[in-house]
Structures are given as C-alpha cells and as structure tokens.
C-alpha cells in the first residue's frame, strides 16, 4: 500500500497554482450552457483541516494559500474563482478548512453537471465520501483512477474534463501518463486534460512532457513555477507545473494567473508558460527543446 497523504502538502504554493488554475478552467467550462462530465482520478481527501497534525507538521501551507488568503481582497480578478471557492468553506473568515480538487469542482459545477472522484488509498477514500455525502450527480469510486478515467470515455456529455493529479510515488508514473493521456484523446479527442506534474532534480517530468512532443500532440499548454530555493529542508520539489490539454482558454489567462500566483509567492520564484505544440525533441539527448 502507497502510504502518500496530501494532506501534508495541502495549501501549498503548488496547491494555490493548481486550483487557481482549475478554477479558471471550470469558470469557462460552465459557461457554456451544455451539460459536462468531469472526472478526478486522483481526488484526495477533498476537504483538508489545516489545524490537523499532519497539515501543522511543516506548514507548507504558510508558502501557499496563507499570504493569498489574508491578503484576498486586493488579489487580481484571476485569483477570484479560486478564492471565492476558499471562502465558501471558510466563511467566518478564519481560514481552517482548504477544499482540494474534488470540493472545487463540485462546487463549481452545476446541477445538470456528473462528477466521478476515484481515489484509491482507503483512509483517504474514507474522507473523500464523507465530503461529497450528498452531492448531486456525484459518484465517488475507490479504484485506480486512470483506468476508471479511460473506461469511461468517450463522455455521453460529449464535453468534459479529466483531472490528473498522481502523487508520483512510483517512478513508473512518468512514464505512464502520456500513454494514458493519448489514449484518452483517442477516444474523446475534444477533451480537456488538467495534469499536475512535480517538478523535481531528477527530471521525471521532463521525460513525461518530451513523449507527448514526440507523439506531436497539440493544444497543450504548460504553466510551470520553479523555486529558486527549497522553502523548507525537507523540501524536495523544485518546482510545479500544470499541463492543459485542449484549454478552453487563451495563453494569456494562463500566464496571468502563473504570474499572479508566482509574484505573491513568500519564496522567491519563476513563472512560465509554454506550448508544447511549440517544443521540438534534441536528436542527441532526446528531450524536449522549447
Ligand atoms: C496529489 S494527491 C491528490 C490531491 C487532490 N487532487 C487535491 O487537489 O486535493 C494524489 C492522490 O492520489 C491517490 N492515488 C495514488 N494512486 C492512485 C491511483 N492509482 N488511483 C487513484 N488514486 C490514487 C493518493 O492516495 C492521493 O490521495
């Protein structure tokens, strides 16, 4: 049994990335009138205590959500559905609960909208079902959650969003992912994929991205914000990066809110944003060059 818990992580700055990021993506996807589908196939525990042990234990959270938090009203537009969304759980104004990718997006959603969450770890799926208990349109699966994803396409919506976010605990991850990324857009090609990778010395991630050039995919926009040092010791991130498969937006949105988040950071960082479409493999090393 993998023995990963979010919620040691939950709320830092690669969180505030993340789900402002997914936030924009569901603001525009439920503006348009037709129904969608949206699957999470790494859902977590949903809701997050930050006075919980294990979130106090190194407060990642003071280089996330925290300065965004205390800070919110003078935030820019772009980090508004994200921290509206913050609010609604914390709405005495102390900032205690932190609501994770699958308490986001049933947020966001709307009545006619389905949502699957898959979770596999059991403590955690525990969580996960006492969070949605009650939700509409709402069905929570302890599974693997690439497999659940990749069965149940196509969508019947025939509009969608698939929510990537593994917690890279088996190395073999890296490579699996695109494999399963062009196999979902073989049979849904229109839709929309939101990846979180870790950015890290070993470069797993840079072997994922360079597959998906390879394979010559398009439509695919990439935010990452590298640290220029680690914020804490134990620390082994170098970095954060989102990958967004057919976004329903432009580049412009998606580097406001990389800059937005990556300017606000306590640590010192950089904020990026490229197409893969745009990057080309190096015949010597073969990895991708932007
Ligand atoms: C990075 S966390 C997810 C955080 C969550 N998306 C959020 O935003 O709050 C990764 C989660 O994936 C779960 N997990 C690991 N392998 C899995 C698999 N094969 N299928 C589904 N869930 C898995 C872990 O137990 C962990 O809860």
Redesign the pocket.
């Known amino acids: 049994m993998?023995s990963?818990?979010?919620i040691y992580h939950?709320a830092n700055f690669a969180?505030v990335q993340?789900?402002a990021l997914l936030a924009q993506v569901l603001k525009s996807l439920c503006a348009k009138p037709l129904p969608l589908a949206v699957i999470?196939?790494?859902?977590?525990?949903?809701l997050?205590s930050l006075d919980d042990a294990e979130a106090q234990k190194n407060r990642e959270f003071d280089n996330g959500i925290t300065s965004f938090w205390y800070k919110r009203a003078e935030m820019p537009a772009c980090l508004k559905p994200y921290l509206d969304v913050v609010e609604h759980f914390n709405e005495d104004g102390v900032l205690a609960r932190y609501p994770?990718?699958?308490m986001m997006a049933r947020q966001m959603l709307r009545p006619a909208d389905r949502f699957v969450a898959?979770?596999?770890?059991p403590g955690?799926f525990g969580h996960l079902q006492q969070a949605l208990a009650g939700s509409a349109r709402t069905q929570s699966v302890q599974?693997?959650?690439?497999s659940v994803l990749i069965d149940a396409l196509p969508l019947p919506e025939r509009r969608g969003l698939a929510?990537i976010?593994?917690?890279y605990?088996i190395k073999s991850e890296y490579a699996e992912l695109p494999k399963v990324i062009l196999r979902a857009l073989k049979k849904m090609p229109q839709l929309c994929i939101f990846v979180?990778y870790p950015m890290m010395q070993a470069g797993g991630h840079r072997l994922m991205l360079s597959e998906l050039v390879k394979s010559g995919i398009r439509n695919a926009l990439v935010s990452e914000i590298s640290l220029e040092a680690a914020p804490q010791e134990h620390f082994r991130m170098t970095g954060s990066g989102i990958l967004i498969i057919n976004p329903p937006w432009p580049e412009a949105v998606m580097d406001d809110i990389t800059q937005a988040v990556t300017t606000r950071l306590p640590a010192k960082a950089a904020g990026e944003v490229f197409w893969l479409d745009n990057c080309h493999i190096d015949a010597y090393t073969g990895l991708m060059v932007r």
């Open positions: 993998l990963y818990q979010h939950a969180d993340k789900h999470d196939t790494h859902a977590g525990r949903g997050y994770g990718s699958a898959v979770e596999r770890h955690e599974d693997d959650g690439l929510i976010d593994p917690s605990e979180w």
